[in-house]
């Protein structure tokens, strides 16, 4: 472990000039500066269990690169629940890119303890370090679209995980994480019975 801790320590100050330069440019600030309005926007306009907020860690097989990610979950409680993300690969990975995008999921089987939902998800995508690449036709912007299949449960903090594959690059990754209700409060038993009505079929 702390080899690996570093590992990672010394490619940071190696790298350190290359990374705050590509965090600094005008295109990154701007896409960030804009993802956090749209957080902040969800958040403050959030009714009781309208909105959820979440962060997650991900990996990718293909490219074997370790990701983390963020997200609003609007109408999480719903079948159908619209869901802005935000996703980066570290630059210590063969790939290092990010993307920002929505995604849509569909609650296909509804329990007590736990909901199953396909998802579908677009972005933009940016390839940082594509020129490193042997991929023809590999360049800095790109189109990401997604399907995939994941669960979590129907508490105020709810883990989740989902199995995803990348329609364009064919490449497939898992998401570990965790979501927060706003307006959630109470256990369980009483949580279930505010949102009959939400689950009703």
């Known amino acids: 472990m702390e080899k690996a801790v570093c590992k990672v320590g010394l490619f940071l100050i190696k790298n350190q000039k290359n ?45 074997e ?5 963020a997200r609003v979950n609007v109408f999480p409680n719903n079948r159908l629940s619209f869901v802005p993300q935000f996703s980066y690969y570290f630059p210590f990975n063969k790939v290092e890119e990010y993307y920002i995008g929505l995604g849509l999921e569909c609650k296909v089987l509804r329990r007590d303890k ?3 939902y396909l998802l ?5 995508n940016s390839w940082l370090n594509y020129e490193r690449s042997s991929l023809k036709g590999a360049q800095l912007n790109n189109w990401n679209a997604e399907g995939g299949i994941g669960i979590t449960n129907n508490r105020c903090l709810r883990p989740f995980l989902e199995y995803r594959y990348n329609i364009k ?22 949580h279930s019975v505010d949102r009959c009505a939400a689950y009703g079929s």
């Open 114 to 116: 736990f909901n199953l």
């Open 169 to 190: 690059f064919r490449e497939t990754h898992l998401r570990l994480g965790l979501l927060y209700v706003f307006g959630c409060s109470g256990s369980r038993r009483k």
């Open 65 to 69: 690169s370790f990701g983390a990610g």
């Open 19 to 63: 990374i705050v330069h590509q965090f600094l440019s005008p295109s990154m600030i701007s896409r960030l500066l804009l993802l956090i309005l749209f957080f902040l926007f969800f958040s403050f306009l959030g009714k009781s269990q309208n909105i959820g907020a979440g962060v997650d860690v991900m990996y990718n097989f293909q490219t």
């Open 120 to 124: 579908a998800h677009g972005a933009y």
